[in-house]
């Protein structure tokens, strides 16, 4: 299971933009942009036990591929969807509950690399992991 490991966020790529269309105001822009994310990923079959620990929060969340469930992002945004396996890449396809627009997150390794995509309303942005 080519995800499973404990990474930290080394660089993002667009993040302030992205997180600008989807309404966050410049002040928790800011802050997120430095959040020393660190995100646990344990996958067993179609099974992820997922821990997420940054300045703000901790959180674990488990969930099966292909099975909706219910987010709480960092800034409050409530959101629906899931997560399936395209290949090598696992593909989350959320909808924001409130005003039903379309979030698309993608984490594939690349080389040592996690790579971590977000689209939103035409803006892509990107966070890069390393191996914690």
Known sequence: MAF???WKVDRNENYEKFMEQMGI????????SHDNLKITLEQTGDQFHVKESSTFRSLE?????????DYSQADGTELTGSWVMEGDMLKGTFTRKDN??????TRKIVGEELVQTYTYEGVE???IFKRA
């Open 125 to 127: 942005a990107k966070r």
């Open 100 to 105: 039903g627009k379309s979030l698309i997150t």
């Open 25 to 32: 105001n410049m002040v928790k822009r800011k802050l997120a």
């Open 61 to 69: 969340i488990n969930f099966t591929l292909g099975v909706n469930f």
């Open 4 to 6: 499973n490991g404990t």
